[in-house]
Antibody, heavy 125, light 109 residues
Framework: DVQLVESGGRLVQPGGSLRLSCAASGFTFSSSAMSWVRQAPGKGLEWVSSIFSSGAATDYADSVKGRFTISRDNPKNTLYLQMSSLRGEDTAVYFC??????????????????WGRGTLVTVSS | EIVLTQSPGTLSLSPGETATLSCRASQTISGSTYLAWYQQRPGQAPRLLIY???SRATAIPDRFSGSGSGTDFTLTISRLEPEDFAVYYC?????????FGPGTNVEIK
């Protein structure tokens, strides 16, 4: 089956750290650009971070820049999000998502054609 | 940052009716049509419906259609089925940071 499965979410204190994982299967992970998108309780979707297939290039929302790090292990088909200096406003369900590649040009189109079910991160004392 | 505004916030309709959802961008989206639509049912992950403003994603029924370019985009859902009552988000991917609209809740009247 083509799927993404996130893990690692839990209750963490403000200022703490956490690493999320996203296991991919059923598609060529090493050729796929990947992202993290989050959703605070009862709120809308917020893009967090993206990484190209090789891992050579990354980008972040201003709200997490300098605190979060996205990475990937292609041989293990796994995407990661290392989160530090966590704040209450980071409380959310974190989804990993895959972006398609234009079949003619090879360029990445940064919409999200496959999503995981998400993992809940709660930042509270 | 490109800000997306969706209207209406809530749309109350009956099964079989047509839903028309709007997404407006604060500036022209690079590539003109780098706009996607997603459906999110309660407790579920979002699902891609439309990309490139008007192309349906894999396995999406043809009652879903998208149109528009530049700054104004529309998602039309014809002949609403019970499973179509959900929240719909637009997303621009023409420029970083990637941004989503606040969503339109399509509810049963």
């Amino acid at each position: 089956d083509v799927q993404l499965v996130e893990s690692g979410g839990r209750l963490v204190q403000p200022g703490g750290s956490l690493r999320l994982s996203c296991a991919a299967s059923g598609f060529t992970f090493s050729s796929s650009a990947m992202s993290w998108v989050r959703q605070a309780p009862g709120k809308g979707l917020e893009w967090v971070s993206s990484i190209f297939s090789s891992g050579a290039a990354t980008d972040y929302a201003d709200s997490v820049k300098g605190r979060f790090t996205i990475s990937r292990d292609n041989p293990k088909n796994t995407l990661y999000l290392q989160m530090s200096s966590l704040r209450g406003e980071d409380t959310a369900v974190y989804f990993c998502a895959k972006s398609p590649r234009n079949s003619l040009t090879g360029s990445v189109h940064w919409n999200f054609d496959l999503w995981g079910r998400g993992t809940l991160v709660t930042v509270s004392s | 940052e490109i800000v997306l505004t969706q209207s209406p916030g809530t749309l109350s309709l009956s099964p079989g009716e047509t839903a028309t959802l709007s997404c407006r961008a604060s500036q022209t989206i690079s590539g003109s049509t780098y706009l996607a639509w997603y459906q999110q049912r309660p407790g579920q992950a979002p699902r891609l419906l439309i990309y490139g403003a008007s192309s349906r994603a894999t396995a999406i029924p043809d009652r879903f259609s998208g149109s528009g370019s530049g700054t104004d985009f529309t998602l039309t859902i014809s002949r609403l089925e019970p499973e179509d009552f959900a929240v719909y988000y637009c997303q621009q991917y023409g420029r970083l940071p990637l941004t989503f609209g606040p969503g339109t809740n399509v509810e049963i009247k």
